[in-house]
């Protein structure tokens, strides 16, 4: 072959690898479509739309009044006093999301996704049905419930514990509704469902536990849920902690306090170092807290045995008061592991050299001569006796 063609070749190859591979188009097309909803003056609706094509489709939002669908009109992110946010991302597939805030009645109607990736999709001269795909929802916003509930509550925690009762009263609604029943942080309390439209919740001995947000739902058949809030807040009061902490130079150490008590508590932690504590913080690289709620801990990390023990206090504080407690901090050296081994093999060697002392010590008087008799010599004392007998009887 000759020197040109392959030469010729090479260049095929190379453009070849550098060349994108061909994807043939394909039209826009929706992969999530917006949902109608119902909801309440006051309340945030969100509508997601997301669609697929080669190119990546353009996605726009439109809006209609109820009843005037001939009437669209294009919305934009900061409209209607920035209350609307337009949120959109492009990759393999144009995905937008439709928020609106703070609602009122005007806010009802129909609400429109389109997509395209039609090049000839922003001529004017070209029909927007045609070069245009479409998907709508419908928004109704009705005016919300109105409830007399319970101003906030700040648990006494006298002891007696003074009983106190929350109340909540539906005074006027769009529709009859179906029950209420109470929540306290999102959950909701057991055998409080009523279909009465005044409802109570009595907390016969509160204490800081007691304390959170409280909420009484009413439901209704054809309308979303509406509720009322009522805070109850108490002082924080530390649950849980460590009053100790043993560990070896070196080691890490954790630290935490975990408390009950509403509003959630702002956490410090200090280091009592006799009349002037130490505020502690993230910035030394060798301390780390993290709070979150009611929890609080502090890592060590990297003990120094003449440094870090002593008393460290966690902090905690809410608009209603605030609490401290301590934990003490020991930090043991390296060899603390064999003192035990130590102390023993110390009382062996001072038991062998109380003996080798005694041993060297000894009198030389009580030491047996091999020579001398072991005990005392023995007489034929019967002999003695029959001896001295006989001579009586010769006598007589």
Not at 25 to 31: E, K, L, S, T
Not at 93 to 114: A, F, K, P, Q, W
Not at 302 to 324: F, H, Q, R, S
Not at 331 to 359: C, D, K, N, Q, T
């Amino acid at each position: 072959m000759r020197p040109g063609a392959v030469m010729l070749v090479v260049l095929v190859v190379l453009l070849g690898n550098l060349m994108p591979p061909f994807v043939t188009a394909q039209n826009a097309g929706f992969v999530k479509s917006p949902m109608s909803e119902t909801k309440l003056t006051g309340d945030t609706f969100e509508l997601y739309c997301d669609v697929v094509g080669n190119p990546t489709p353009e996605i726009q939002w439109w809006y209609a009044e109820i009843n005037r669908a001939d009437s669209f009109k294009q919305l934009w992110d900061g409209a209607r006093k920035r209350r609307v946010s337009i949120n959109t991302a492009y990759g393999a597939n144009g995905v937008s999301v439709l928020g609106i805030t703070r609602l009122t009645m005007e806010d009802s109607g129909t609400y429109e996704c389109r997509a395209s990736n039609d090049p000839r999709r922003n001529d004017l001269r070209q029909n927007p049905a045609i070069t245009w795909i479409r998907a709508q929802a419908t928004i109704s916003v009705l005016q919300k419930p109105k409830i007399n509930a319970s101003d906030q509550i700040i648990l006494p925690l006298e002891s007696p514990p003074i009983p106190v009762t929350l109340h909540c009263n539906l005074t006027t609604a769009h529709t009859p509704h179906t029950e209420s029943f109470w929540m306290k942080n999102g959950r909701e309390i057991a055998n409080t469902r009523t279909e009465q439209r005044s409802t109570a919740y009595r907390i016969a001995k509160p204490r800081a536990d007691d304390s959170g947000e409280y909420l009484c739902v009413y439901t209704f058949a054809m309308a979303p849920n509406a509720n009322a809030t009522i805070e109850v807040k108490a002082k924080p009061y530390v649950t849980g902690h460590k009053r100790s902490e043993n560990k070896n130079e070196g080691e890490n150490a954790t630290l935490y306090c975990k408390s009950v008590g509403y509003p959630h508590p702002t956490w410090t932690w200090r280091k009592l170092d006799g009349t002037s504590p130490t505020e502690i913080d993230n910035s030394t690289g060798r301390f780390f807290i993290t709070s979150r709620d009611n929890y609080t801990e502090l890592n060590i990390i990297n003990l120094d045995i003449n440094t870090d023990p002593g008393k460290y206090e966690c902090n905690a504080t809410n608009v209603i008061g605030t609490i401290a407690e301590s934990t003490i901090v020991r930090v043991r050296s390296h060899l603390a592991p064999l003192w035990p081994f130590l102390g023993v093999l110390a009382e062996i060697i001072i038991l062998v050299v109380i003996i080798v002392v005694y041993e060297k010590r000894k009198r030389p008087d009580d030491i047996i001569d091999d020579d001398e008799p072991v005990g005392p010599m023995k007489t034929n004392s019967t002999n003695n006796h029959k001896d001295k007998n006989v001579r009586q009887r010769n006598m007589k």
